[in-house]
Each structure stands twice: as structure tokens, then as C-alpha cells.
Nanobody
Framework: QVQLGESGGGLVQPGDSLRLSCAAS????????MGWFRQAPGKEREFVGL????????LYADSVKGRFTISRDDAKNALYLQMNSLKPEDTAVYYC??????????????????WGQGTQVTVSS
């Protein structure tokens, strides 16, 4: 079992930056593909980005490409999401997730076994 916990959310203005962290416990996430997802009020959960176990494959949603950067530190059992040039439409609860099937790389949220509780990001002037 893996427990995931996000932190780093908050209220920022358009154009600002935030860095989200996801701390894992219970076992190593070294072999997992890790993903970030978000859910805005009244909308379905959507894919933000993912990074595979080696870091050789990183995918982003078109809406965040060029502004967000995913990274992982397996020594710290952690995942990060650097968000720059934030827009009001980035407002959502952000979740980290882990896919325990080794080698699979997918933006499909249903493939992810473990989820954090989410952290709120609000972008507003």
C-alpha cells in the first residue's frame, strides 16, 4: 500500500507560480508511473501530467504544456509539480496518483491505484 499526500497549494494571482509536492509513504514509488490530475468545481477530473519510473517519459496536457513541469525524487519518495504563469482556469483541486503496473504509461485516471487527498489551487486577482 502507498499513501500519498499533496502540499503546496494556495491562493495566487494570475501569472504567479506555485510548486506542489506529493510525499509518498508505505513503500517506494520508484517503479511507479506518477501522475498529477486536477478537478475544478462542476467538472470532471482531468489529466495534468505524468512521469514514468525512469523519468524518460513525461507527458503533459495541452492546457499546461510549457507552463508546468513534473519531476520526481525517488530518494525522497516524492513527486513535484512546478506551475508557472498560472491562469484562473488552473483553479482546481490537484491530486497526485500512482500507477503500480510497472512500465505502463497512461493519462487514464482509472489506471492509477493510489491517490492523495488533494490540495486546492486558486488563481484569482
Amino acid at each position: 500500500q502507498v499513501q500519498l499526500g499533496e502540499s503546496g497549494g494556495g491562493l495566487v494571482q494570475p501569472g504567479d507560480s506555485l510548486r506542489l509536492s506529493c510525499a509518498a509513504s508505505g513503500r517506494s514509488i520508484r517503479t511507479y508511473t506518477m501522475g498529477w490530475f486536477r478537478q475544478a468545481p462542476g467538472k470532471e477530473r482531468e489529466f495534468v501530467g505524468l512521469i514514468n519510473m525512469s523519468g524518460s517519459s513525461i507527458l503533459y496536457a495541452d492546457s499546461v504544456k510549457g507552463r508546468f513541469t513534473i519531476s520526481r525524487d525517488d530518494a525522497k519518495n516524492a513527486l513535484y509539480l512546478q506551475m508557472n504563469s498560472l491562469k484562473p482556469e488552473d483553479t482546481a483541486v490537484y491530486y497526485c496518483a500512482a500507477d503500480s503496473l510497472v512500465g505502463r504509461i497512461t493519462p487514464n485516471s482509472h489506471s492509477y491505484d493510489y491517490w492523495g487527498q488533494g490540495t486546492q489551487v486558486t488563481v484569482s486577482s
